[in-house]
T-cell receptor, first 111, second 114 residues
Framework: GDSVTQMEGPVTLSEEAFLTINCTYT??????LFWYVQYPGEGLQLLLK?????DKGSNKGFEATYRKETTSFHLEKGSVQVSDSAVYFC??????????FGSGTKLNVKP | NAGVTQTPKFQVLKTGQSMTLQCAQD?????MSWYRQDPGMGLRLIHY???????DQGEVPNGYNVSRSTTEDFPLRLLSAAPSQTSVYFC?????????????FGPGTRLTVT
């Protein structure tokens, strides 16, 4: 079945460090891929998305490229800030708007 | 435009009690879903709806019922609460445009069952 696997957290970085959060997926079709962010006490917010192979989604300095050959959608940011501290979820969808989420990766950024 | 709203924000139930979590959206989206979020397990789909009058089960439907009488509302009913249903519940609405999907989440309901 369809599933998403994320690297386990928490990930702790110093401000201005480079961030990578790994995400791989299993799907029988050709899904759209997403990264969502959840700040403490809030719901999930869409961070970026990619709808087909080789697409790059980007937003607020975050990027992720849809790699069909490696079934991956790793999240990257060149220089993290304290305000980026949150939980990040990778997700896929391709059928009837049924989203499948990874388990989430908590990011802590220290000043 | 309020987006997706959920009530209540917090709820404590005793084992065996029933209750309904409310969810409403004002974006005229066809699709609505309920998820539960548990530590270390991400979000798991409970039930979803592809339009008024149409619902289907997700990954973890047992112990929950849904109905969709209008496009706007998608309540989730706990029939007989159990401690295993202690979780944070998120409602979401979404739409499809070509190959593009957008999903919007409510703020969540934190439920504790004692």
């Amino acid at each position: 079945g369809d599933s998403v696997t994320q690297m386990e957290g928490p990930v702790t970085l110093s401000e201005e460090a480079f961030l990578t959060i790994n995400c791989t997926y299993t799907a029988t079709g050709y899904p759209s891929l997403f990264w969502y962010v959840q700040y403490p006490g809030e719901g999930l917010q869409l961070l970026l998305k990619a709808t087909k192979a080789d697409d790059k989604g980007s937003n607020k300095g975050f990027e992720a490229t849809y790699r069909k050959e490696t079934t991956s959608f790793h999240l990257e940011k060149g220089s993290v800030q304290v305000s980026d501290s949150a939980v990040y979820f990778c997700a896929l969808v391709y059928n009837f708007n049924k989203f499948y989420f990874g388990s989430g990766t908590k990011l802590n950024v220290k000043p | 435009n309020a987006g997706v709203t959920q009530t209540p924000k917090f709820q404590v139930l005793k084992t065996g009690q029933s209750m309904t979590l409310q969810c409403a959206q004002d974006m005229n989206h066809e699709y609505m879903s309920w998820y539960r979020q548990d530590p270390g397990m991400g979000l798991r789909l409970i039930h979803y709806s592809v339009g008024a009058g149409i619902t289907d089960q997700g990954e973890v439907p047992n112990g929950y019922n849904v109905s969709r009488s209008t496009t706007e509302d998608f309540p989730l009913r706990l029939l007989s609460a159990a401690p295993s249903q202690t979780s944070v519940y998120f409602c979401a609405s979404s739409y499809t445009q070509g190959n593009s999907y957008e999903q919007y989440f409510g703020p969540g309901t934190r439920l504790t069952v004692t």
